[in-house]
């Protein structure tokens, strides 16, 4: 006869995929009730640690543990490389928006450089700590990108949660200034675009996924063709360029090339990549449209919002495109 305390460790095991049940969960209940009283079974419960143990093995089993049907080996490969891109770009952007930064304030001037070094200093201890910590943190997604392809997988997510953190900050002064955000729309998509792939590399690079790749190129050539093409993105259009446009340019690039060399050789392109690009280009035109909005129908922002517009169009295009690739690459599967 089931034990209450059993129908509870089953109701746990539900959160583990079909196919992981069918193979382990007699095995696993017999485990978690072998060694305990059986007088007291009704008055026991799963443990918090035991519930976490469960859960973890729920994440790894659903994105494609050894063993795993095929749906379950695509979709852990999608969550792989969403994470590994979403890190590419933001690493990028963490290098070249400094460099373009110091180069445009040490190029014009003692004013300028005084204007720049205000922001760290003669504003008290407590905001100059937090805008070098907002300067420095974000090259964490240079070290977790590196981290992650040298199969430094615990570096990797300590990286990429050290250089996300940055991303709250706005929020949290939101909660203790009196003065509301000028757009909280953006800086909340901000804030997902560092976390969900943050979190996402934590989930899905588990230990026992297969080690990270590129699906081309080395990870410096990769790496510094990405900086290329985001800071190319930002010098040739400054006026256009905010904190969405140099990732979101870049993306428009890779994808793009990742269309194209899909028709040439699908054979070779990586399993789940296409779900891949296409949840991280929905992630980019949510950023993308949560930063225009405010500037529609403003006198004078005809340019931005004009180019900011296109690049959402492309975005949202790609993205279909990927989407509808995503769901073939699964149906042949």
Do not use: N
């Not at 063709?225 to 140099?246: F, H, I, K, Q």
């Not at 028709?263 to 070779?268: A, E, G, H, M, Q």
């Amino acid at each position: 006869m089931t034990t209450l305390l059993e129908a509870r460790y089953r109701t746990v095991l539900r959160l583990l995929p079909a196919y992981y049940r069918r193979e382990r969960e007699e095995e696993m209940v017999e485990t978690y009730l072998g060694d305990l009283d059986r007088d007291t079974l009704d008055q026991s419960r799963p443990t918090l640690g035991e519930m976490a143990s469960v859960t973890a093995l729920a994440v790894r089993s659903r994105l494609g543990a050894a063993g795993a049907p095929r749906p379950y080996v695509v979709l852990g490969s999608a969550a792989r490389l969403f994470a590994l891109a979403a890190v590419l770009l933001l690493a990028a952007d963490a290098v070249v928006e400094p460099v373009l930064q110091l180069t445009w304030t040490f190029t014009r001037g003692g004013a300028e450089r005084r204007m720049f070094l205000s922001g760290f200093t003669g504003r008290g201890p407590l905001a100059g700590t937090i805008a070098v910590a907002q300067w420095f943190l974000p090259l964490g997604w240079t070290v977790a990108y590196f981290a992650l392809l040298r199969g430094r997988r615990r570096l990797a997510r300590i990286a990429v949660l050290v250089a996300a953190l940055p991303s709250l900050w706005p929020l949290l002064r939101a909660v203790t200034d009196p003065v509301p955000l000028p757009e909280p729309a953006f800086v909340t998509t901000l804030a997902l675009l560092a976390w969900l792939p943050a979190l996402m590399l934590c989930a899905a690079h588990h230990r026992d996924a297969p080690p990270a790749r590129l699906p081309a190129g080395t990870p410096g050539l990769v790496f510094l063709a990405t900086c290329v093409v985001t800071g190319a993105s930002v010098v040739l259009l400054p006026g256009v360029a905010d904190l969405a446009w140099g990732p979101a340019s870049c993306f428009v690039v890779g994808a793009l090339g990742r269309l194209l060399w899909s028709v040439r050789r699908p054979d070779r392109a990586a399993p789940g990549g296409a779900l891949a690009l296409a949840a991280l280009g929905l992630l980019l035109l949510t950023v993308r449209v949560a930063a225009v909005y405010p500037w529609l129908g403003l006198p004078g922002a005809g340019a931005y919002t004009g180019r900011a517009l296109a690049q959402a169009a492309a975005l949202a295009l790609l993205t279909v495109l990927l989407t509808v690739a995503g769901r073939r690459e699964l149906a042949t599967g």
